[in-house]
Structure formats: C-alpha cells, structure tokens
C-alpha cells in the first residue's frame, strides 16, 4: 500500500514542529487522528519514522531521508492538480487544427483570433493540408479538430456542416464569359484551363461534374496554391475553377468571377471530430466558440 497525501501531509508537519500539538493545528487533524496516521505511515514504509521522547519528537535517520522525497511527492501532487485545473479553467493547454487551405484561410484566421483573446494562454497549431490528410490527422488523434468537406465512409469521424458554398468560374478581365451573368459548366470546354492539384478535393468535384456531361477540360497545366491559379488566370493563361471563398482570398484587378450552374455543385465545409474520443476542454471552448460565431451561412451565390 502506497502513502496517502493525509499521511504524507502529517509526516512533514510533524517533522517541522517535531510536536504533535503544532503539527495538529497545521494540517487540522486532533492529535489522536494525526498520530494514527503517522503511525499507518510507518507500517506502510516498515519502520519507524520518528524517534518519540517525553518533550518531542525527532527524526530517526531513516526519517531524515525520507523527508525530502515526501516534501517532492506532495509538490508534485499539489503542481498535477494545480495543472490540472489550469487545463479545466482553460488557463493553458494546447490545440492543434487541421484544415483544407480555403479554411485555414478563408474561415480561422477570426474564429482563431477571437479564442487567442478569450483564452490567450492556450497554444494554437493550424495544419493547412488536403481532405484526406484532415480526416487522417483526426483520426490518428494528431489534431483534435478538423475542417474540411465531408468524410466519405468514415464511421470513426462525425461531420459538422459550418459553410454551403458554390463553385465560380475564374477568368481574366475582358474575357467573354465575364459577359453572362451565369456560365454552364459544358462552357469550360475548350479554354485553357489551370487546374488545382488532383488529390485535391475541389480539383476531383470539378473532373467529376466535367465527366458528367461529357466534355473535356483543356488543361494547361494543374498547380498546388490557390494564389498561384490566381496569378496565372490574370495573366492571361487560362481560366479556372475555384470555390467562392477561395476567390475572396484572391480577388484583385486582373480577373473576375461568375457562378457556375447546371448543374450547381454544392460544396459544404464543416467541422470533424472523433466520434468516440471526448475532446480537452481548451478544445471543447473553440468548438462551442465556433458555433456561437454563427458560420451556418450559405454562399450568397444563387444556384
């Protein structure tokens, strides 16, 4: 059997006050209940602890050397549970995030700067990566939130719907599609197109709707950043296909972009988590302060 704190806490007031009496008052114990736990201590680690006179107590050797590991043992109790109401009270702890990079961009960077100022002790890490690898950190236990489109066949992760967005055509200024207030997917065909990366979950919505209705993209070559379709569209080398809060991110001068339609892709962006796995409570604070934000928006783009 192990020492109780009680014993621990007795043994230290006692061999500070090598009295009974002041000890008694220090841990607030009655003498008869302070010496039964020194007692119990002592048939605990097989010896005594203090050597008893008619005036006071004092410590045996072995006493001696134990009283520096039991004054380590209930510092390291009292700092686990001072730590551990940290936590709780949100004072400290950690949160790490996974995210599509239109999220990590487009959506976060308020929703991060708000809980930084309610809980500024609490550490932030944001990964900006593709779909499969949110759900893959999720559900490794890598991050404890993710947000991205939903998982498809994952009975582990739950899904939380946060944006309804749709997807816009991007060209540059003066070109002639910029003329219709709408443009038909089948338009795409024929232009140049600059496409996203093919593990990315935008770029596989687009060549599914383009194998749908059976036209072919003209691509000109497929890049990892959505600032990089951005600049070569604007110069002039072809025409793109983002989501409406990924063009926010990179609207300037040099293009424009109209609502794609028949057929109108929704996309809808959200929040994952484990499904069986209770998150910390600094985790449980964003997650509440997420919803409180009111993200249930759909784009303001009509089908």
């Given at each position: 059997?192990n020492?109780?704190?009680?014993q621990?806490?007795?043994f230290?007031?006692?061999?500070?006050?090598?009295?009974?009496?002041?000890?008694?008052e220090?841990?607030?114990?009655?003498?008869?209940?302070?010496?039964?736990?020194?007692?119990k201590?002592?048939e605990?680690?097989?010896?005594p602890?203090?050597?008893?006179t008619?005036?006071q107590?004092s410590?045996?050797p072995e006493?001696?050397?134990?009283?520096?590991?039991?004054?380590r043992?209930?510092?390291?109790w009292?700092?686990?549970f001072e730590?551990?109401?940290e936590?709780?009270?949100?004072?400290?702890g950690?949160?790490?995030l996974?995210?599509?990079?239109?999220?990590?961009?487009?959506?976060?960077?308020?929703?991060?700067?708000g809980?930084?100022e309610?809980?500024?002790r609490?550490n932030?890490?944001l990964?900006?990566?593709?779909a499969?690898e949110?759900?893959?950190?999720?559900?490794e236990?890598?991050?404890d939130l993710g947000f991205?489109v939903?998982?498809?066949?994952?009975?582990?992760?739950?899904?939380?719907t946060?944006?309804?967005?749709r997807?816009?055509?991007?060209c540059?200024?003066?070109?002639?599609?910029?003329?219709?207030?709408?443009?038909?997917w089948?338009?795409?065909?024929?232009?140049?197109f600059?496409?996203?990366n093919?593990l990315s979950?935008v770029r596989?919505?687009?060549?599914r709707?383009?194998?749908?209705?059976?036209?072919?993209?003209?691509?000109?070559?497929?890049?990892?950043?959505?600032?990089?379709v951005?600049?070569?569209?604007?110069a002039g080398?072809?025409?793109?296909v983002?989501?409406s809060?990924?063009?926010?991110?990179?609207?300037?001068?040099?293009?424009d972009?109209r609502?794609l339609?028949?057929?109108?892709?929704r996309r809808?962006?959200?929040?994952i988590m484990r499904r069986?796995d209770p998150?910390?409570?600094?985790?449980?604070?964003?997650q509440?302060?997420?919803?409180?934000t009111g993200?249930?928006?759909?784009?303001?783009?009509?089908e």
């Open positions: 059997m020492p109780s704190i009680k621990l806490k007795s230290i007031a006692v061999a500070r006050s090598r009295s009974l009496a002041e000890a008694s220090r841990v607030h114990l009655s003498q008869p209940a302070l010496s039964i736990a020194i007692r201590l002592e605990t680690v097989g010896g602890l203090f050597a008893r008619t005036r107590l410590l045996t006493g001696e050397a134990f009283l520096p590991v039991a004054l043992l209930l510092n390291d009292e700092e686990a730590d551990l109401g936590l709780f009270s949100k004072q400290r950690k949160i790490t996974a995210a599509l990079p239109t999220l990590a961009a487009g959506l976060l960077p308020d929703i991060i700067a809980f930084r309610r809980y500024p609490i932030l890490s990964h900006d990566v593709l499969d949110v759900n893959l950190q999720v559900r236990g890598r991050a991205s939903p998982p498809l066949a994952s009975e582990d992760l739950a899904f939380e946060l944006v309804v967005d997807y816009v055509l991007v540059p200024l003066g070109h002639p599609l910029l003329g219709q207030t709408r443009v038909r089948e338009q795409l065909a024929g232009h140049s600059i496409g996203l093919r979950s596989q919505d687009i060549d709707v383009m194998e749908e209705i059976g036209e072919p993209l003209d691509i000109l070559c497929d890049v990892n950043q959505i600032a990089t951005g600049r070569m569209v604007a080398l072809g025409i793109s983002l989501p809060l990924s063009f926010r991110q990179i609207a300037n001068d040099g293009i972009q609502p339609v028949v057929p109108a892709i809808e962006l959200g929040m069986r998150l910390s409570a600094a985790a449980s604070a964003l509440e302060m997420i919803r409180e993200h249930r928006t759909e784009s303001h783009h009509s």
